[in-house]
T-cell receptor, first 115, second 113 residues
Framework: AQSVTQLGSHVSVSEGALVLLRCNYS??????LFWYVQYPNQGLQLLLK??????LVKGINGFEAEFKKSETSFHLTKPSAHMSDAAEYFC?????????????FGTGTKLQVIP | NAGVTQTPKFQVLKTGQSMTLQCAQD?????MYWYRQDPGMGLRLIYY???????DKGEVPNGYNVSRLNKREFSLRLESAAPSQTSVYFC????????????FGPGTRLTVL
């Protein structure tokens, strides 16, 4: 069975500071990993995804994540936070490489950016 | 392309009433999903449909039914709404090639009094 743990339900950073959102996963096979962002009163949209091509994945809006198999982690980072980054972020895992795909989401981390 | 659309956006029901949430996608995706989102619990899968004509239970199916009407549409029905079903409901679809991401609708905010 696959699972995702996001450490910290709320994270606050100052504008311009480093953003680090933590995600650890459990999967019985090599996983596919995703980060989604949800702005208030909207659906989820994809930030980036890991599909085994490269361990450092770059996404939209300056975010990136590094897949570390030894640590079973896929932490999300951004060098300099912007006010518009305030949102809720979800890490997700899928461990089926083909055919039907079932995705498991973490419980989310709300990012607050302080001016 | 409109992507994934959901109707209605908001709904208030009384306990015991029934309603159907509609979802449609125009991306020719094979798999469709219904999730509920509650504070501190992330997204929990209610039902999914791997392809037209098939549906399966997810993590929290009790109190819900679904219909995969055709490849585009996947509806969620509450036969007798309960306050515990107050939530935000999201529909999603995927091309189901393993590495592809899910595309989400804007959500339906449901309150059951």
């Amino acid at each position: 069975a696959q699972s995702v743990t996001q450490l910290g339900s709320h994270v606050s950073v100052s504008e311009g500071a480093l953003v680090l959102l933590r995600c650890n996963y459990s999967s019985s096979v090599p996983p596919y990993l995703f980060w989604y962002v949800q702005y208030p009163n909207q659906g989820l949209q994809l930030l980036l995804k890991y599909t085994s091509a490269a361990t450092l994945v770059k996404g939209i809006n300056g975010f990136e994540a590094e897949f570390k198999k030894s640590e079973t982690s896929f932490h999300l980072t951004k060098p300099s936070a912007h006010m518009s980054d305030a949102a809720e972020y979800f890490c997700a895992v899928s461990d089926l490489p083909g055919g039907y795909q079932k995705v498991t989401f973490g419980t989310g981390t709300k990012l607050q950016v302080i001016p | 392309n409109a992507g994934v659309t959901q109707t209605p956006k908001f709904q208030v029901l009384k306990t015991g009433q029934s309603m159907t949430l509609q979802c449609a996608q125009d991306m020719n995706h094979n798999s469709m999903y219904w999730y509920r989102q509650d504070p501190g619990m992330g997204l929990r899968l209610i039902y999914y449909s791997a392809s037209e004509g098939t549906t399966d239970k997810g993590e929290v199916p009790n109190g819900y039914n679904v219909s995969r009407l055709n490849k585009r549409e996947f509806s969620l029905r509450l036969e007798s709404a309960a306050p515990s079903q107050t939530s935000v409901y999201f529909c999603a679809s995927i091309l189901d090639r393993g590495q592809n991401e899910q595309f989400f609708g804007p959500g339906t905010r449901l309150t059951v009094l």
